[in-house]
């Protein structure tokens, strides 16, 4: 599933935005992106709450390079007066998931991991749109390459700052061979991932 979801998650990371710096955050702040903070807390509570969710290891980098694009994407919503209803998110939100009623269930029983996985369908429908598209053509290709140019052209000016501990943001993805000290979590966050990753796989059917 994990690789489901990073397949619409990839809608918005694998957009090349210019610019980007290791630069500007304060203690507590995982990244800035604009004026939205993400605190290393939220990472941290995203990687748990999706690990849970999918049954499967999603980690600190993965958590922040997907909270940036949201972020990113939520700017650029907002910027351009882009209309998603609450029906788009909902299909989005299933695509993203493998269309997997059981996982989406499971996204939707804690809110961290049901509003993140909101925020990424949401991110995957306004670039589909600025593309010129809709919630139809998410599958689409050329509707989707024509809005990822779209987001690189507008998100161009959007300032993202990760903080060194995490790597840097270069080319709208998280580079985490920058620092060498990515994920370092504290013993008590590395267990409780671990133990609900474990919960998590206990509780689904094998196969």
């Known amino acids: 599933m994990s690789t489901r979801l990073r397949a619409l998650g990839a809608v918005a990371a694998i957009v090349l935005l ?6 500007g955050t304060h203690p507590g702040a995982a990244a800035v992106v604009g004026n939205t903070e993400i605190s290393i807390g939220d990472v941290d509570k995203t990687s748990q709450a999706v690990t849970t969710a999918l049954g499967q290891n999603y980690n600190t980098a993965a958590a922040l390079s997907d909270l940036v694009n949201n972020a990113i994407l939520g700017q650029l919503k907002q910027d351009k007066s882009i209309s998603v209803t609450p029906a788009e998110t909902a299909v989005a939100a299933r695509s993203a998931v493998g269309e997997d009623d059981a996982t989406y269930q499971k996204f939707q029983t804690d809110t961290v991991s049901r509003d993140f996985l909101n925020e990424v369908a949401t991110a995957a429908v306004v670039t589909i749109k600025l593309g010129g598209g809709t919630i139809k053509d998410l599958q689409d290709q050329a509707k989707l390459q024509q809005g990822l140019l779209a987001v690189k052209d507008a998100s161009k000016d959007i300032k993202v700052s990760v903080a060194p501990r995490f790597g840097q943001w270069t080319d709208g993805k998280l580079d985490t061979t920058v620092s ?16 609900a990753a474990d919960a998590a796989q206990q509780a689904q059917p094998q196969g």
Request: charged share 25%; with cysteine.
């Open 180 to 195: 060498g000290s990515l994920s370092v979590e504290s013993d008590q966050t590395a267990a409780k991932r671990k133990a």
């Open 18 to 23: 210019t610019g980007g710096c290791a630069a």
